[in-house]
């Protein structure tokens, strides 16, 4: 339960359309909804935000103290949120932002509200700055509503989708920032690179424990209800292998990422997204409308 101030911003939030007087009166406010990292349940704390080209920014600031605020925590563990922003609510998919991205959107939140460079002054640690992405119309559930099997895969695969866009743009930031030095000055630091690495590694092994469990449990499930399903899950399977292969290519074409060539990267980039996108599609096609009466998590006993 929020505390009873919170209760009573958000009560005012939702009351007047996102007009909140006291402290909070003409500021930029909006009602941020994410599942505990440990409970599951729904939390809501109003938060102030900027906009970026469009997409609101939240500051992960928690006063300048030395430890990152509750929701933020949430949003690591569940990064499909819900958002309050005047008389409008959106589902979203919750974006924390690394490297020199971070660092350009923090230059931009510091410019429009220069209170946060308060707050960072306070802490050691630099303070999150998250996009919240409005989710495309795949995501149907909010968070806290994943209640089948079905919610549960398009969770993941709506997870995984947001960790290729951002692979993507922190590469790109990555070989700008190789480009602008061009032999000048102090070379481009290294941890954007070991960030990226870190970043493809996490992603494939999330890749790879969700497709074991699909091969091991789900198919095999779904298969005892449905037999005639079985040439489909065998060919699942093979993209599963045809999608190891090309994480391994991602890894190996990282392994040289300081000296790598932009377009190599890309061309290879694309070609796993494209991949695994046509691959999200086809299992979402095929598998959710079976597992939509399937319970998640699943009963105990």
């Known amino acids: 339960m929020p505390n009873p101030f919170n209760r009573s911003v958000i009560e005012e939030f939702r009351a007047h359309q996102g007009k909140v007087a ?3 009166e003409g500021q930029d406010l909006l009602l941020l909804t994410t599942t505990g990292a440990r409970s599951g349940a729904e939390r809501t704390t109003p ?7 469009g997409t609101p920014l939240v500051v992960a600031s928690n006063l300048g103290s030395a430890r990152h605020p509750a929701w933020y925590h949430n949003l690591l563990a569940h990064p499909r949120v819900r958002v309050e922003l ?10 924390p932002t690394e490297g020199r991205a971070r660092e350009e959107l923090f230059a931009h939140v510091l410019r429009v509200a ?24 795949d995501a149907r559930q909010a968070p806290g509503e994943v209640r089948t099997l079905a919610g549960k895969i ?17 590469t790109e930031a990555h070989f700008a920032a190789r480009a602008a030095w061009n032999g000048q000055g102090a070379p481009p630091k290294p941890a954007l690179g070991l960030q990226i690495r870190r970043r493809c590694l996490d992603f494939c092994q999330a890749l790879r424990f969700h497709h074991t469990g699909e091969d091991e ?13 079985a040439g489909t899950f065998e060919r699942l399977r093979a993209e599963h292998r045809t999608v190891a292969r090309l994480q391994g290519d991602l890894v190996a074409l990282l392994d040289g990422l300081e000296d790598l060539d932009p377009e190599r990267f890309r061309i290879g980039l694309a070609r796993m997204t494209a991949e695994l996108t046509a691959h999200f599609d086809h299992e979402e096609a095929v598998l959710l409308p079976l597992l939509e009466e399937v319970p998640w998590p699943p009963p105990r006993g």
């Open 217 to 229: 449990h789900v198919f095999p499930g779904t298969l005892h209800h449905h037999p005639h399903l």
């Open 47 to 53: 938060l102030g935000y900027v906009r970026h080209r």
């Open 114 to 137: 220069p209170g946060y460079g308060a707050y960072q002054d306070r802490t050691a640690r630099p303070l999150p700055v998250v996009r919240l992405e409005p989710a495309g119309p």
């Open 22 to 24: 006291g402290p909070f």
């Open 86 to 95: 005047g008389a409008d609510t959106f589902e979203a998919l919750a974006v």
């Open 154 to 170: 398009l969770e993941v695969h709506t997870w995984l989708r947001a960790q290729l866009v951002d692979l993507s743009t922190e």
